[in-house]
Structure formats: C-alpha cells, structure tokens
C-alpha cells in the first residue's frame, strides 16, 4: 500500500467517524424526544444514547437507568450493573443462553477471556448466570465495545432497542456556570 493510498484510508475513516457520530446525534436526539413525549422527564444534566451509539460516546458519563428492548426501564448507578443488566436480559432468551453457553471459553479480549464458565481468571467477574461470567475490567469505552462486538452482535441480541439514560457531568458544570454568570450579570443589573 503506498503512503497516498494510506493517507486517503485515513481520511475516509476519519469522515465515517464523523458521519457516525452526526446519524447517532439526530438518533439520540430523536429517542430523547419521544421518551419526553411518553411522560419520561430527563433532568437537565441526563441525556439518552441507544447502545448502538459509538462507544466513545458514554466515555465521562454516568449511567442513572437503562430501557430494555421489551421496555422495561432498570435503575444502573454504574456501568457494570448496566452492563450485567443487559447480558441478564439476553441471557433470559433460551436460544441466546445456549448460544452464550458454547460461546465462553471463545470470546476474548487482548489478554484474558470475556467469556468463561469460572471467574477464574477474570479481574473483574459479573455473574450472568451459574456457569456463566464476563470480564468486566475495562474502561467504560472498552467494557461496552466488547459487550456489543464480540458477544452481543453474535447472539442476535437487539442492543439497538437498549436506551441508556445518563449523567453528563460536563454538563452539570457548564449549567452551574451559567447559573453563576447569569447571578452575576443580574446582581450588576440590579446594582445600576
């Protein structure tokens, strides 16, 4: 391959990026809208992203609940109870626990399996189900990578239909310091 063909990849990867993240914006903005539109109110620091958004996305964020694909609606203080909540509900379908089955001992990150019978092994272990554990010692961007690409997408579990809502404490800060400027401006306003 030569250095321009490599240069033009580049740039091609770089504007599927950006195309990704402009589609998963209008998505999450549009699945925020409709769950204001059904009486769920999001504070003003929460949004909502699908697990389909680009990992990347929840990197900084705090998960406060999570909808299922069949609608139920979970309380999830941290990624890993999120994460646990999700391979409970694929594993509860008959057909994927087989699957997941004869997947453990083949789904592995960089350095240790995913997948296992045992927490053997495993730094950070969630219990699925008896004979069942995921390795959950990863960054945040990481941990929902893995669970989407290398167990989810194969087991036909609809994670598309998986809506999180979260914190965003860039967020809550910037709120903060508008509410600030804003007393600010208004305490020199009043002064005058």
Sequence with gaps: MTKEQVTVLAEIESIRGECHQLIDSKFDA???????EGGAELKEDERVLTLAAMPSAFKGK??????????VEMNTPSWKKAVTAILQDCNSDPRRHRWMLELRGRVFGNFRPLLAK?????AAPLKID???YWESKFDTEALL???T???LCKVGYDYQGVVIRYLDPQLASTTVEETQENTVQMDQTLSL
Excluded: C, F, Q, Y
């Design 149 to 151: 690409d290398k167990l």
């Design 118 to 122: 045992t927490p053997e092994g495993m």
């Design 62 to 71: 705090k998960p406060v609940s999570l909808i299922l694909p069949g609608g």
């Design 30 to 36: 549009l699945a925020s809208r409709v769950l204001e």
């Design 130 to 132: 008896e004979g069942l």
């Design 145 to 147: 990578r893995n669970l």
